[in-house]
C-alpha cells in the first residue's frame, strides 16, 4: 500500500528545535518530490518546503533559514529540522508527495501536530 | 511570487446544485493548476491535476478548466460528500490559494 506516515510532532517552547518525519512505503523517497506543507488552526494551507529528486531543495520565505528538508534513502524517509521555533509555525503539519510526473500531491500523510508555546 | 486568489471563500449550496469555484493566478502558469479537497481533521486530497484531469477514482461531476491566469472547478451536481473546503494550487512553485468552504444551504 502506497502511504506516508508522519512523527515527531508535540509541544516546543518558542525557540525551540523539533525534527518531523516521514516514513513512505509503496514507493521510493529519492525518486519522486517530497514536500512539506502546514496548515495553523482554522486557516489554509501553505507550502513549507520541497526537495526534488535531484536533490535540490526550496523553502518558503516564512521558514528560510530556520527550517531544513532532508531525506534518508536507507530508511525511506523524509525529514524536517525545524529550529528558532516560533508561535507562528504552529500548525499540523502534512507530508506530501508526487509520485507520478505531471501530477501534483497525490499521495499524503495523516499529518502531524507542532505546537510553538510557553 | 505568484499569487494564488480563490473565490467565493464560502459558498452555500444545496444538494443537486452546480457550483463553481474560481482561482486566478498573479501571472500566467500555463496548466501547471491543482485542486484539492479538504474534510475537517483529514489531509487533502487530489482531485484534478494539470487544470482539467481528473485524478483516479474521484468522480466524474468534478471537473477543471482554465490555462494562463484563470481556472475554474466545477461540482455538476453536488452530493452530500461534496461539502468540504476546496484549494487550488499552483505547483511549479507550490503556492496554494486560500480555500473555498463549501456549505449547506
Known amino acids: 500500500e502506497v502511504q506516508l506516515v508522519e512523527s515527531g510532532g508535540g509541544l516546543v517552547q518558542p525557540g525551540g528545535s523539533l525534527r518531523l518525519s516521514c516514513a513512505a512505503s509503496?514507493?521510493?523517497?529519492?525518486?519522486?518530490?517530497m514536500s512539506w506543507v502546514r496548515q495553523a488552526p482554522g486557516k489554509g494551507l501553505e507550502w513549507v518546503s520541497v526537495?526534488?529528486?535531484?536533490?535540490?531543495?526550496y523553502y518558503a520565505d516564512s521558514v528560510k533559514g530556520r527550517f531544513t528538508i532532508s531525506r534518508d534513502n536507507s530508511k525511506n524517509t523524509l525529514y524536517l529540522q525545524m529550529n528558532s521555533l516560533r508561535a507562528e509555525d504552529t500548525a499540523v503539519y502534512y507530508c506530501?508527495?508526487?509520485?507520478?510526473?505531471?501530477?501534483?500531491?497525490?499521495?499524503w500523510g495523516q499529518g502531524t501536530m507542532v505546537t510553538v508555546s510557553s | 511570487d505568484i499569487q494564488m486568489t480563490q473565490s467565493p471563500s464560502t459558498l452555500s449550496a444545496s444538494v443537486g446544485d452546480r457550483v463553481t469555484i474560481t482561482c486566478r493566478a498573479s501571472?500566467?502558469?500555463?496548466?501547471?493548476l491543482a485542486w484539492y479537497q479538504q474534510k475537517p481533521g483529514k489531509a487533502p486530497k487530489l482531485l484534478i491535476y494539470?487544470?482539467?484531469s481528473l485524478e483516479s477514482g474521484v468522480p466524474s461531476r468534478f471537473s477543471g478548466s482554465g490555462s494562463g491566469t484563470e481556472f475554474t472547478l466545477t461540482i455538476s451536481s453536488l452530493q452530500p460528500d461534496d461539502f468540504a473546503t476546496y484549494y487550488c494550487?499552483?505547483?511549479?512553485?507550490?503556492?496554494f490559494g486560500g480555500g473555498t468552504k463549501v456549505e449547506i444551504k
Open positions: 506530501a508527495s508526487r509520485t507520478v510526473a505531471g501530477k501534483a500531491f497525490d499521495i
Open positions: 509503496g514507493f521510493t523517497v529519492s525518486s519522486n518530490y
Open positions: 526537495i526534488y529528486s535531484g536533490g535540490s531543495t
Open positions: 501571472q500566467s502558469i500555463s496548466s501547471w
Open positions: 494539470k487544470a482539467s
Open positions: 494550487q499552483q505547483y511549479n512553485v507550490l503556492t
